[in-house]
């Protein structure tokens, strides 16, 4: 979308452990100051490289395995459902997998839709290595080609960046759902420097040495301005307590977006959300073109209690 990082908020690797983010902060201050070079190396390669998760989801139902190419990665995808079906395509975000949408790619076959979900470059059985922003939006490209077109993309974190900068390249999406999709590159390198304590001119070489490689200057990935010109209907959910992508950034990118829908959840974080039956329920039936969607999940009852 308009805006979007090359990741969402980078957590500490789930294999070091929290305990060892002090160190980490304490190495990077030190390797700024003594050697700025190699913290930047360092520093660029936590920063592109995705962590594993430690279980793997089971997949959403029997599915047709295939291989896509996309750029240097080869892409792992599933699709089932109707094959005349209007389709959905399902893009998870950093450091998942694509059956990580399988509550959801459950809701839509039910549906009668077309399925298609897929493991990001550098994530599951697309491989490994470094990876960025505009890696999943070329995925994104290559599977309208091979599999589209698709009536509906839905995207969460940094999957539902990577479809917005798609739609602004005119990719021919007839819908979009974000899901706790980030607003800004340049903010989410604030938070990653503070998180391993890099300091101002290490992360700004890590920046340019990450705009020299793929092309794109973090400020116009920033552009949420863009948006005003992607006219197809909407829907971001986010929840009020997400840790890694706080909620106003879907109140901001939302309301650049002419055709666009804001829902909020309640205690859901950043990956229940995809699990959550209600909101799984409310984004199915906006993909079926229901328009009579609620604005914040648990509904409150009516009247509402006094707090």
């Not at 997998?97 to 550098?122: E, H, I, K």
């Not at 005119?170 to 890099?198: K, Y």
């Not at 973090?218 to 971001?236: C, E, K, M, S, T």
Request: glycine share 8%.
């Amino acid at each position: 979308m308009s805006s979007i990082a090359l990741h969402p908020p980078l957590r500490v690797r789930r294999a070091a452990g929290p305990s060892l983010a002090p160190v980490l902060r304490h190495y990077f201050r030190f390797a700024s100051r003594v050697a700025p070079e190699l913290a930047r190396r360092q520093a660029e390669r936590l920063f592109t490289t995705p962590p594993r998760p430690r279980s793997v989801a089971p997949a959403a139902s029997p599915a047709r395995r295939e291989t896509v190419s996309a750029g240097r990665h080869d892409l792992a995808v599933w699709s089932a459902g109707p094959a005349g079906a209007p389709a959905v395509l399902l893009a998870h975000g950093w450091g998942g997998r694509g059956a990580q949408m399988g509550t959801l790619a459950t809701s839509l076959l039910a549906a009668g839709r077309r399925v298609v979900w897929f493991d990001q470059p550098g994530h599951g059985d697309s491989g490994h290595g470094r990876v960025g922003l505009p890696d999943f939006v070329q995925a994104l490209h290559a599977l309208v080609a091979t599999h589209g077109p698709f009536y509906t993309a839905v995207g969460h974190s940094l999957g539902g960046a990577a479809i917005g900068l798609a739609l602004r390249e005119r990719a021919d999406f007839g819908r979009a759902v974000f899901i706790g999709a980030p607003a800004s590159m340049r903010e989410h390198t604030l938070r990653f420097s503070a998180l391993i304590g890099i300091s101002p001119r290490v992360r700004e070489a890590m920046r340019r040495r990450i705009e020299h490689r793929y092309n794109v200057r973090f400020d116009d990935i920033d552009r949420i301005d863009a948006l005003g010109d992607v006219n197809v209907p909407a829907l971001f959910v986010h929840d009020v307590d997400d840790a890694q992508v706080p909620f106003e950034h879907a109140l901001r990118l939302s309301a650049a977006m002419p055709q666009a829908r804001l829902l909020r959840t309640w205690g859901l974080g950043h990956n229940r959300v995809l699990k959550d039956a209600a909101t799984v329920a409310a984004v199915t039936h906006f993909i079926c073109g229901d328009e009579a969607l609620p604005e914040v999940l648990p509904a409150l009852p009516q009247p509402a209690p006094i707090y």
